[in-house]
């Protein structure tokens, strides 16, 4: 998308429109006033439409405003409850089993 401060004349690879807020949602070549733009639909790189100028000055910004990270260690405790009923729940079954072998149940 393409934002003018005013409506502009623009040759899309369709037809002609008069707009301030040019979307790019077709592949072809877009005629706008001072420049030809390329739009491939398949590659986002190829479609940048951002200048050097302001990708040095997007860098520059994001340089001294750049954010420190420091890593730390936090420790959790693990949950044993479901082991535990695991267990619990291996040992009923066992003892149902030893039951059964011994013909009481």
């Given amino acids: ?13 369709a037809d002609t429109v008069t707009t301030d807020t040019l979307l790019l949602d077709e592949v072809g070549v877009y005629d706008v006033p001072g420049k030809i733009v390329a739009v491939n639909l398949y590659d986002e790189r190829e479609s940048n439409l951002v ?11 994001s340089a001294s405003q750049q ?23 291996f040992l009923v079954f066992l003892e149902l089993y030893y039951l059964r072998w011994r013909g009481e149940l």
């Fill in 1 to 13: 998308m393409i934002k003018f401060p005013v409506p502009v004349k623009v040759d899309t690879p």
């Fill in 51 to 61: 200048s050097s100028e302001l990708e040095a000055e997007a860098s520059n910004v």
């Fill in 67 to 89: 954010l420190v990270y420091s890593p730390e260690t936090i420790r959790k405790q693990k949950d044993l409850d479901i082991y535990f009923i695991m267990a619990a729940m």
